[in-house]
């Protein structure tokens, strides 16, 4: 294979990493994921963009087999290289997780055990995991460490959780997933405790790492100018459905989607004086509108949307579930 | 002349640190010095930002302000009087007129109680409503915040990220505070929400006076919401004056960094500034951010650049300033 292969050639011959095939997720009967369908190609990123709520970490959760709990019920399909995860035995989780499924959580505070120190939160999953002898795997926390722009990491590898900044705790998250090296990371809204050149830092070192070994990243960002620096795919959801995705130069630059494009103004920038957002709330999970569940805040919503879900239709590059894309 | 709510004098605040282990130099014991020198003022009806670097004593900064930790060298009052030492009347009325929203919302939120209990405590606390008006008054803080009544049943753990969050502000909006002081209380919400709550603040601004210390990682949220900008870098302030003024004529190279780091739309992420952070615990002599400064003379090594006035209510911290404010 010539190394000059374009990246599209190369999704042609090799199957997507993770795919998606009408997933749909209920946690105590109430619907958090609907019929929720996409695919990411081996060495690509895609972000999860949306409202709060819309169900983002839920499909992290999911992925990464964290869900396999009473209450919550599953169907479709959810594929990671090739393997169905929805039917999967919780022996077979216990070799994907950590090993080739690495998450950075939402709330890195809360996901750090305060009774332990940070050296041992990085060195426990390297010695279990990749079976490093307790040097090794000081070294390897310390580099790690080091690679998330943490200074003096000596010392903070003796110091516990609560003796570092909000924005430590996650970068110290990071270096945890990154730890085992994992061929899909999932990054729930990595960077959103840090200021803006650690933040850039962060993206560039996954996006390496994802260019380097042919990994793959979901992030889920709020920040939609990051997501189209950051990620190649963008999907986006409200209320547990895609409302719209494919490339990010598509989704985020040519939107289609009455939703997106209420995202997209209420962009803050610089010099920005009013913002719009569209009136009223997302659905709660016992209440979901029928048809298209962003209807009631749409400002192009006709009979028919109130009546009917609207199909998510289109090629890859893009796909729109609406009755009246602009 | 207004009279100044909140005085920080010459605030320093360090932690002793564990010492010990073969690696370590032995020695007196190690300071972490999380501010070094701070002076902030900030009256009523002021709307102040606090940006900068992760871990550079943001968060310690609002500790101390909020009388939650006693500075170890200076003082920090509130109107007028040390903020450690408020007693009885004063000490309850400081407690109903500012509120604090943390940075680790989900942990500062009790898991056992469901989110009526949770925002209802300081209403009943503060006895501003009794009896079922309780109730109404903490559905119309959801409804605020743009959550469906639904939520009042649910517990922190069945709420996502975001909803958490908003659940934190509405409990600090419920004492009907004069001042919020909050940690990063917007990062993390999609953009939508976001704008909601930006709003929500302004307009509690407009029509009550509302005074803002806000932590945000955000310049757009920063320039929205508050006419004052403090900008930190290692335990200090670099820059402080009118939020426009700074973020359109940047006078110290980190506040231009900071900028230049800002996600733009479809734009290649930022080069990292290179060179080393300091570490807080062996400082550097002279400027601490000449390792990183793309203008640093040697004599920035050597002479540590006090916080000075520049003129039109600015100051800055730097021998090389960008735009001498005239
Ligand atoms: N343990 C739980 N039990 C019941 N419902 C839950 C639970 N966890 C989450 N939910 C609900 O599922 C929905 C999706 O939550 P999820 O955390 O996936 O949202 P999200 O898109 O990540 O939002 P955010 O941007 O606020 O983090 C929300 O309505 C949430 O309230
Ligand atoms: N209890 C503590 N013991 C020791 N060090 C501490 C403690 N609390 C904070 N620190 C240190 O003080 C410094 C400032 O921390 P602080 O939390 O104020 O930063 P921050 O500006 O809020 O950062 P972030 O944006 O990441 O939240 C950091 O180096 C942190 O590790
Ligand atoms: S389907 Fe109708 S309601 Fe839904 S987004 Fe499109 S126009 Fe709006
Ligand atoms: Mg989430
Ligand atoms: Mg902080």
Sequence with gaps: ?326 | MTALLFELLDVEKSYELRGGGAAFRPGPKRRLRALDGVRLTVARGDSVALVGESGSGKSTLLRVLMGLTSPTDGRALYGGQDVTQLKGERRAAFQREVAMVYQDARGSLNPRLPVLDLIAEPIRHHKLRAGPAVRDRVLELLDQVGLPAATLKRYPSQLSGGQVRRVAIARALASEPLTIVADEAVSGLDVSTQAQLLNLLVELQRRMGLTLIFITHDLGVASFLCDQIAVMYLGRIVETGPTRAILERPAHPYTQALLNAQPRFFAPIAQPLQGEIPSPIDLPPGCRFAGRCPRAVPACREDDPALMPSGQGRAVACIRPLTAAA
Aim: aromatic share 4%; with cysteine.
């Design chain 1, 1 to 326: 294979m010539s190394l000059q292969m374009s990246s599209s050639a190369v999704q042609a011959t090799s199957r997507p990493l993770v795919e998606l095939e009408d997933f749909s997720l209920w946690r105590q009967n109430r619907s958090v994921l609907d019929g929720l369908s996409f695919t990411l190609p081996k060495g690509q990123n895609l972000a999860l963009v949306g409202e709060s709520g819309a169900g983002k970490s839920t499909i992290g959760l999911a992925l990464m087999g964290l869900l396999q709990s009473q209450g919550v019920k599953m169907a479709g399909r959810a594929r990671f290289d090739g393997q169905d995860l929805v039917s999967l035995n919780a022996r077979a989780w216990n070799g994907l997780r950590g090993r080739r499924l690495g998450m950075i959580f939402q709330d890195a505070g809360a996901a750090l055990d305060p009774c332990f120190t940070i050296g041992h939160h990085l060195a426990f999953p390297l010695r279990r995991l990749l079976g490093l002898s307790s040097r090794q795997a000081t070294e390897r926390a310390l580099a790690l460490l080091e690679s998330v722009g943490i200074n003096d990491a000596k010392a903070r590898l003796k110091a516990y959780p609560h003796e570092l900044s909000g924005g430590m705790q996650q970068r110290v998250m990071i270096g945890i997933a990154l730890a085992c090296e994992p061929d899909l990371l999932i990054a729930d809204e990595p960077t959103s405790a840090l200021d803006v050149t650690i933040q850039a830092q962060i993206v560039r070192l996954i996006q390496d790492r994802v260019r380097m070994q042919g990994a793959s990243c979901i992030f889920v960002l709020h920040d939609l100018a990051l997501a189209s620096q950051a990620c190649e795919r963008i999907v986006v959801l409200y209320a547990g459905q895609v409302m719209e995705a494919g490339l990010a130069e598509v989704v985020l630059g040519r939107s289609r989607h009455p939703y997106t494009q209420a995202l997209k103004s209420c962009v803050i920038e610089l010099d920005t004086a009013a913002l719009e957002p569209p009136p009223g709330a997302a659905p709660s999970l016992d209440r979901m509108p029928s048809g298209c569940r962003f209807a009631p805040r749409c400002p192009r919503a006709s009979e028919r949307c109130t009546a009917e879900k609207p199909p998510l239709q289109g090629t890859e590059a893009h796909q729109i579930a609406c009755w009246h894309p602009g």
